[in-house]
């Protein structure tokens, strides 16, 4: 294992670890601090909406929502962007019941 999937399992760990407590108006903050483990220094969340054509920007600690911090993009449609097409195609890991 390389120290960047040391690094990254690592922030997996941590957000899978604490997820469960975070309320939505934490999670930007929990996000941020693990990947800073993984050396992630400026961390976006982007969510869709229910009918799923725009992904906005989910508001981060110190940031009105109304406003994106320097060229951050507030919204960007799903069918014309590539973090569109990554939400659409990007494949979903499973995994087997553990007993």
Same mark, same amino acid.
């Given at each position: ?11 997996l ?10 309320t939505?108006?934490? /999670? ?6 693990? %990947? $800073?483990?993984?050396?992630?220094? &400026?961390? +976006?969340?982007?969510?869709? *909406? ?6 906005? /920007? ?6 009105? %929502? $109304?406003?994106?911090?320097?060229? &951050?993009t +507030?919204?960007?449609?799903? *069918? ?20």
């Open positions: 294992m390389t120290d960047r999937d040391g690094a990254t399992s690592q922030m760990g941590g957000l899978l670890s604490g997820s469960h407590l975070t939505p108006g934490h /999670l930007s903050a929990k996000v941020a601090e693990q %990947a $800073a483990v993984a050396g992630l220094l &400026d961390v +976006l969340i982007y969510v869709c *909406d229910v009918q799923q054509r725009i992904l906005r /920007l989910f508001p981060r600690p110190g940031v009105p %929502a $109304a406003h994106g911090c320097g060229g &951050d +507030l919204e960007l449609s799903v *069918d014309s962007t590539l973090a569109g097409r990554a939400f659409q195609h990007a494949p979903c890991a499973t995994t087997p019941p553990c007993c």
